[in-house]
C-alpha cells in the first residue's frame, strides 16, 4: 500500500484473467456479490456503464441504515482501467477512484487508488479504516472470482465429458 499526499492505493494480485476481474467490476450480476463488506448485502439502483454513466448501489448495514455508493463514470479502457467519481454516503464524498488492471499471464496485478480533494481528507479516511474496509471488500472479491473459476472449470468438464458421449 502505497500513498502520495492525497491518494490511498492499495495493490493486490488476483488468482484470475484479467477478462474475469474486469467483469467483476463491470457487470451489475457480478458487483451485487462481493461488493460492500462481509456479510452485508447489495442492491444496484442504477448501473449505467458508459462513459459519463452514473453508478448507485445501497447496502443495508446493521441497524437498519443504509449506506450508498454512487458514482459517475469518467474514462472505461477495457480490461486494463476504469475511473469513477465516488461517494459513500454519509461517511465519504467527493473522491476519484482509479480501477487499474494488469494482465500477468493467469493473474492480475490490482492497483486501487482513491483520490481525495486534500491531503487532510486522505489522512481522516485512513483514520476511519479505509485500508481495513477495502481490505474486506477486495477479500469478497478474490473469494468471487476463486468461486467463479471454479465454476468454469466444472463447467468445462463437463461439457468434455457430454462431448465424449456423443
Known sequence: MTNDLKTITINRLFDAPI????????????????????????????????????????MA????????AEG??????PPNKLVTTANFLPMTEGVVMEILLERKENQTAFTFKVIHETEEYKLQQEKMGVYNGWGSVFDRLAHFLAEKIIGLSQNA???ANENDDL
Open 157 to 159: 468438464k463437463k461439457e
Open 19 to 58: 477478462e474475469l476481474v474486469w467483469e467483476a467490476w463491470t457487470q451489475a450480476d457480478h458487483i451485487i456479490k462481493w461488493w460492500g463488506p462481509d456479510g452485508i448485502e447489495t442492491t444496484i439502483i442504477e448501473h449505467h456503464f458508459e462513459v459519463d454513466g452514473h453508478w448507485k448501489y445501497i
Open 61 to 68: 448495514m446493521p441497524g437498519g441504515k443504509d449506506f450508498i
Open 72 to 77: 459517475k463514470y469518467l474514462e472505461i479502457d
